[in-house]
Each structure stands twice: as structure tokens, then as C-alpha cells.
């Protein structure tokens, strides 16, 4: 089985949202079925087809995060000895040598990927050409539109 990467606050999230789901909104949609059922005709029940429909995708979404959550390797890189290496789940600071514009990155699993958030996949270009580089080393990316370089500035273990 492959393990997958993830981080020990999207594992948090992941649980969250399964407990959300087995305690909040299973119960009611289970209500909501059985409520539907009183109203007598199925077959012409919008309500009891919207509540089935929507019960499908929760039982869905459980299974899903279980899965998930059953593969996951989960990372706590603050417990990892800082260091100028790029490893999973570091926040890395990169300058762009063509405007010395910088960004941080912090390099999560697929599942955690959040560009608004500053938050990329480590299966992302970017992410990939920085892991095992350290400070001061000049990475490579290939972009849609052209090739890319970057100046490693900083890295911290968050």
C-alpha cells in the first residue's frame, strides 16, 4: 500500500470533518428521510429524493475520508530537527531571479493543497523541484509558460 504524505493539521481537518459527518450530518439526514417517508408517495417526493440523494454523498464522503485517513502518513514536521533542507511539509521562502519577487510555500499533501492559502501539493512542480534542496540553491521549474527560477531564501519548520 502506498502511504501518502499529509500533514498533522490536514489529518486534523480530515477527522473534523468525519466526525461532523457521522455525528451532525448523518443523524439528520436519517431524519430527514424519515420525515419525508410520513409524507406519504415516494415516488413524487422531492423531499425524500433530496435527502436520499444527499445521505449517497455523506456515506460517500465517510468512506472516502476513512480511506484516506487509513493510508496517511501523517508528518509533524515541527518534531523534525530544523534544518536548510526542503522536506515535506516545511514552509519555504523562494525568490523569482527574474524580479526578486518572494513567496512562501508551505509543501503539504494533495488533499491539504491550498495556492490561496499558500499551501501546495508536494506532487506540484514547484514543490518537487524544491524537496532535497537546501538555502541558497537555485531550483528549476517548468511551467506552462516557460521555465522558471528560483532562489531557495528560507525554510521553517512550522
Known sequence: MNRVPMTVEGAEALRSELD???KVERPAVVQAIAEAREHGDLKENAEYHAAREKQGFIEGRIQEIEAKLSQSL????????PSDK??????VTIIHLDDDQEVT???VGDD???????????????ARALIGKEVGDVVVVHTPSGVVEYEIDTVAHL
Do not use: R
Open 20 to 22: 461532523n459527518l457521522k
Open 74 to 81: 501523517v508528518i509533524d514536521v515541527k518534531s523534525i530537527e
Open 86 to 91: 526542503v522536506i515535506f511539509g516545511t514552509t
Open 105 to 107: 510555500y508551505k509543501i
Open 112 to 126: 491539504e493543497a491550498d495556492v490561496k492559502n499558500k499551501k501546495i501539493s508536494v506532487n506540484s512542480p514547484i
